[in-house]
């Protein structure tokens, strides 16, 4: 028995990369529109409602519109883009935030899968949060980067174009950027991060790292605590795991291709300060992996099945 699964959006950058990670798996029948239906509502509304599962690829917009053309009870959403990531009625898709939240995505009708940038974040932070390590109240800065491939067609085509694309350009410069609400709700902080992103001229992967001092722990905390609370929420042999290795350096493409996430803890006793590091691949466990990933474990199947670890 195969359930019957729908991207919508799926020629675009992340519906591609979901769709390539789920051909050929026998207990998945896809859903498929061609290009002269892809964008009409009345070929879409068909497919999601014909659905057990619809993977949403859209821009924001079109991802509530999406939602607001299903008309049964039964279909569940998965949706990649940012419209639903703090919404009342979704549940947050990142399995591996917090205890319980694996059987919560297992539950869901409605999954918001969560942003590439906050994925890399989360994982550092929300550990150390909820261990009372750092404070609620912490005033935190992150800094990242990530390849071209994470503004979708419009950016590919400007990178490849190659007229007005850069080796390395900051952005979101006002401090507005669409990801900090599920950076601070989901890591259960009082204050948004200063958010500062960066994009590269390399097609995919990304490094997010969170400097701190250590003065802003809880009182006597250790660069050791903050391995020993990180390694405990991140069990062997899944898709986030602490480094063991001693390395001097990361790279941007560490992690790219697959949808694993690696996360470092770099400490100087001397300074007092720590670079807490995570590298992962934007269209991987930044977004298609992980979506994958959510609808493997909403499914009941192998949580690990089509993804590249
Ligand atoms: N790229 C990344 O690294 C990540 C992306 N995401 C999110 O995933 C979503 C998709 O992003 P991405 O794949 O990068 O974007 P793309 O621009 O590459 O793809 C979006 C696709 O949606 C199609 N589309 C737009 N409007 C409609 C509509 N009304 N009906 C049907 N199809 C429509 C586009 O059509 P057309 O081809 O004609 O333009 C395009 O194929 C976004 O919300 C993004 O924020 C999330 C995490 C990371
Ligand atoms: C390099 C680049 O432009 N990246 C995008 C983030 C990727 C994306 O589309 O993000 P979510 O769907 O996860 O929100 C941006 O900063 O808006």
């Not at 990369?17 to 009345?42: M, N, Q, V």
């Not at 319980?100 to 409605?110: K, T, W, Y």
């Not at 590298?279 to 099945?305: E, F, S, Y």
Request: charge should be negative; include cysteine.
């Amino acid at each position: 028995m195969s359930v019957g699964v729908f991207i919508d959006g799926g020629a675009g950058t992340t519906g591609l990369e979901i769709r390539e990670r789920l051909s050929g798996r026998a207990e998945i029948a896809l859903i498929l529109l061609d290009e002269a239906r892809r964008k009409d509502p009345a070929a879409r509304a068909e497919a999601l409602n014909d659905a057990d599962f619809v993977i949403l690829c859209l821009p924001d917009d079109a991802a509530r519109e999406a939602v607001s053309l299903i008309r049964n009870d039964r279909t569940r959403v998965i949706d990649a883009s940012t419209a639903h990531r703090v919404a009342a009625g979704w549940t947050y898709g990142f399995a591996e935030l917090d205890p319980g939240q694996r059987d919560a995505i297992a539950g869901a009708r409605f999954v918001a899968n969560p942003g590439c940038y906050p994925t890399g974040f989360l994982a550092l932070v929300r550990p150390l949060v909820r261990a009372g390590l750092l404070p609620a109240s912490a005033l935190l800065s992150v800094n990242a980067t990530s390849g071209y491939s994470g503004g979708g067609k419009a950016m590919i085509a400007e990178f490849e174009a190659g007229e007005t694309a850069t080796a390395f350009r900051p952005y979101a410069l006002s401090l507005g950027h669409k990801h900090v609400p599920e950076m601070t709700v989901h890591a259960g902080l009082q204050h948004g991060p200063i958010f500062q992103p960066a994009v590269a001229d390399t097609y995919r992967g990304m490094v997010v790292e969170v400097p701190l001092h250590l003065a802003q722990f809880a009182p006597g905390t250790q660069p050791g605590d903050i391995g020993a609370v990180l390694r405990d929420a991140y069990p062997a042999g899944g898709l986030v795991r602490l480094s063991q290795d001693t390395v001097s350096t990361v790279a941007i493409e560490d992690d790219a291709g697959t949808d694993r996430m690696t996360l470092h803890l770099f400490s100087n006793p001397d300074a007092a300060q720590v670079r807490l590091v995570a590298t992962l691949d934007n269209l991987g466990k930044g977004a298609g992996g992980a979506a994958v990933q959510n609808l493997n474990i909403m499914a009941g199947l192998d949580p690990l099945a089509g993804l590249v670890i």
